[in-house]
């Protein structure tokens, strides 16, 4: 594998020296121009770089794949291409002498360091220079001009037959533009074309540099690490290729990323073993990569060295924390954090000390029950106590104009705003999320914004609001958007659509979602994702037996998604897997067991001191509507008024409601119609606009009930209130089951 020079960056040579002649007609200058400038530059924003590289080494076979691009535009020459133009450059070339001419040639064309150095001034060449040194392109043709000096003889004769190779599949439409350049040619024809077995593996060498191979290795990462999904399998196999042709000739820091993305890929696929030795191997090829690179200054300064070791050390001891915490073991995550935020503030890295600390937050909003010494260390470096843990984090980011570290800080101040932590409100975690999305768009942090995007989505749904919600979650959905939103952002968008969708009893729209996003090619082999969905499927399909009143289908399908809560560790798809056991206990008029399940969850809620304070409520209200169902309304009634009492108070409309239907029930229990008619009236134009169609159709059916208990004992027999109430009754009846 070249260092540096390949068939693709020769023919871009010529069509460089095609640019700068007088063959091209002025108006597609502009358009050549472009072409050239997309090759030769490269894009600073990676998510361009990710749509854009993953085929770019697929479509340099051989150089007919220009044709598309080139053949639409004339040439000054009546009746040619500019893609025919650079043909006939392109086989004018017919041997290693013409190809030290053509570099000698190029070189001549960029501009001089000064006036004395130009080519005709002692007589030299006369050709005029027509590219300034400075710009790409003068820095483009004068670096392959210095890669093609240092190569010894036998690579330029490897690169010069790789090139006849590339050229070949044109000589057909070359030689019917150019018929008697080709019967010159066709005698020197058969003594290379005949060689294309003895070099079709310095060909395949050749076609890719060590650079190309190193961009795509470095784009690959940024999209394991970023967006989550794994490398596709046509450029795993173009990479694989490369390397097993230049195993011996690649650089220490080019296995160094092969080794950084076999890292990710085990991640992935929940190979956590392989994951952790192909992190080892990473850590130990860019040492010898960074030792290699700073020889000079070792013998110079003696331990020159030393700080870029300890460099890569505490971003190995990062990422070696990360990879512990996504397979739960919590604490030798919070071991390797602990020593890498000791060297880090060692280094003075403050990127990676912010980082380190953010992650340590969220290691402690993870796993609260591993209330360690450990935890207590981003508390004593914020000054104070725990509140002042993210405002340590905003200030820190601030200072070193870290932005995404802002937007996330900010997004988790939003999420303890939610959660009600701290005395905080859904009013504040609307501001945070609006400040967390000002920050994305100024800053250009895609990979971000559909974070915030869901953060703001959440919220509107804890409104009430569940059409701007459901909005705000498709919007991450969106095709266009795709190649900027991280895998696990578009699968929670996902199932919050599904979910959204199965409330308002739309099943074949929920499934049909979750499907699309199954089929999604960058979603396979991404072991916790696929386990999330097919857990989400399942939830979906007990909510859906439920529904229907199959019970027996309900409780298979509940034993088989157990296992789902060990395998995925979701916080929140485990609470989620929790009430619906709860509700199948309650379908099935197992009251004394459903009580001992909604204690449990109430006590680990009271161990968590970050726990969802709309999770401590609904559980309040499950405990409320158990006593009512077990004919102990009383002592659910003061449970059921505190938690629809701080719902308000919280915004929590959802839980609102269903605290009402609560007390509606317990009401009627106590023979309080009319107040329960009350009650469930105020409740019932919230639930139809959250659209929920099992909390419509109860609350329908429990106004039903107290329609019946006012016309049985509070009206006159056979009179007319007592027949509107009925009436009125058996219609929220029909209403209640086109809910069902």
């Known amino acids: 594998m070249p260092r540096y020079l390949t068939p693709v960056k020769i023919n871009l040579l010529l069509l460089i020296d095609l640019y700068v002649s007088d063959?091209?007609?002025?108006?597609?200058?502009p358009k050549i121009l472009g072409y050239i400038a997309s090759q030769v530059i490269q894009p600073s924003d990676h998510d361009n770089v990710v749509e854009r590289h993953p085929q770019s080494l697929s479509s340099r076979s051989d150089v007919t794949t220009l044709s598309e691009h080139l053949a639409?535009?004339?040439?000054?020459?009546?009746?040619?291409?500019?893609?025919?133009?650079?043909?006939?450059?392109?086989?004018?070339l017919n041997d290693l002498d013409a190809l030290h001419v053509l570099f000698q040639h190029l070189g001549e064309l960029v501009a001089p360091r000064t006036l004395t150095d130009a080519p005709g001034a002692e007589g030299g060449s006369t050709t005029a220079a027509k590219i300034s040194r400075a710009s790409p392109l003068g820095q483009y043709i004068r670096r392959c001009c210095v890669e093609f000096t240092r190569l010894q003889f036998a690579d330029v004769k490897a690169l010069w037959h790789a090139f006849s190779l590339y050229r070949e599949p044109s000589y057909d439409m070359w030689a019917n533009r150019n018929p008697e350049a080709a019967r010159q040619k066709e005698d020197t024809r058969p003594v290379w074309a005949s060689g294309r077995a003895d070099h079709q593996q310095s060909n395949g060498a050749y076609n890719a540099s060590s650079e190309d191979v190193e961009m795509l290795l470095s784009h690959s990462v940024h999209a394991l690490q970023k967006l989550g999904h794994r490398v596709p399998g046509e450029l795993k196999s173009q990479l694989t290729h490369f390397f097993d042709v230049s195993a011996e000739t690649s650089s220490e820091a080019t296995q160094s990323l092969h080794h950084f993305l076999a890292f990710f890929e085990h991640w992935r696929a929940g190979q956590y073993t392989m994951a952790l030795e192909a992190l080892h191997r990473y850590f130990d090829y860019s040492l010898v990569a960074k030792g290699s690179a700073e020889q000079g200054g070792r013998e110079i300064g003696g331990a020159a060295g030393t700080g870029s070791v300890k460099v890569y050390y505490q971003y190995a001891l990062l990422h070696l924390s990360v990879l512990h915490a996504d397979f739960e073991c919590w604490s030798e995550s919070v071991d390797a954090m602990e020593e890498c935020?000791?060297?880090?503030?060692?280094?003075?890295?403050?990127?990676?000390?912010?980082?380190?600390?953010?992650?340590?937050?969220?290691?402690r909003q993870a796993h609260p029950s591993s209330a360690t010494s450990a935890f207590k260390n981003l508390a004593q470096l914020a000054g104070g106590g725990e509140q002042d843990e993210i405002a340590f984090l905003k200030a820190k980011a601030r200072d070193s104009r870290q932005w995404s570290l802002m937007s996330s800080t900010l997004l988790e101040e939003a999420k303890w705003d939610m959660y009600g932590c701290n005395g905080g409100s859904l009013n504040r975690a609307f501001e945070h999320i609006l400040q967390a999305s000002y920050l994305n768009v100024l800053h250009d942090l895609r990979t971000l914004m559909p974070a915030a995007t869901l953060f703001q989505g959440a919220a509107l749904d804890r409104l009430g609001q569940a059409d701007l919600g459901r909005s705000a979650h498709s919007s991450v959905l969106i095709p266009k958007q795709a190649p900027?939103?991280?895998?696990?952002?578009r699968l929670r968008a996902s199932c919050r659509v599904a979910y959204k969708l199965a409330q308002s009893g739309n099943f074949d729209g929920a499934f049909d979602v979750l499907h699309t996003t199954r089929a999604d090619p960058r979603l396979g082999g991404v072991l916790k994702l696929e386990q999330r969905l097919r857990a989400f499927e399942g939830m979906l399909k007990l909510?859906?037996?439920?529904?229907?009143?199959?019970?027996?289908?309900?409780?298979?399908?509940?034993?088989?998604?157990?296992?789902?809560?060990s395998m995925v560790g979701d916080a929140e798809l485990s609470f989620e897997l929790s009430m619906l056991e709860i509700e199948v206990m309650l379908e099935k008029e197992q009251y004394q067991k459903a009580?001992?399940?909604?204690?449990?969850?109430?006590?680990?809620?009271?161990?968590?001191?970050?726990?969802?304070?709309?999770?401590?409520?609904?559980?309040l209200v499950l405990k409320a509507r158990i006593f009512a169902s077990g004919k102990q309304p009383i002592k659910g009634f003061s449970i059921a008024l505190r938690a629809a009492a701080m719902a308000e108070r919280h915004l929590l409309i959802s839980v609102l409601i269903e605290a009402l239907g609560v007390l509606g029930v317990i009401l009627t229990e106590l023979g309080e119609y009319q107040a329960a008619k009350e009650t469930l009236g105020a409740g019932l134009p919230m639930a139809i606009e959250v659209g929920d169609l099992s909390i419509i159709a109860r609350l329908f059916s429990h106004l039903a009930e107290a329609h019946v208990g006012i016309a049985g004992y509070q009206c006159e027999h056979g009179s007319a209130e007592q027949t509107r109430n009925l009436r009125t009754a058996e219609a929220y009846v029909d209403r209640s089951f086109e809910g069902v």
């Open 23 to 29: 063959q091209i007609p002025a108006s597609v200058n």
């Open 72 to 92: 639409q535009w004339t040439s000054q020459v009546p009746g040619r291409s500019v893609y025919d133009i650079l043909l006939q450059r392109v086989w004018e």
């Open 484 to 489: 900027h939103v991280p895998l696990g952002d």
């Open 341 to 363: 935020i000791a060297t880090a503030r060692e280094n003075q890295d403050s990127a990676c000390l912010n980082f380190a600390l953010s992650w340590l937050l969220y290691l």
């Open 543 to 565: 909510r859906q037996y439920m529904y229907a009143g199959d019970l027996d289908a309900a409780t298979y399908a509940l034993e088989q998604l157990r296992p789902a809560r």
């Open 595 to 619: 009580m001992h399940a909604v204690n449990t969850q109430i006590d680990e809620q009271k161990r968590s001191p970050r726990a969802d304070i709309a999770h401590r409520l609904h559980l």
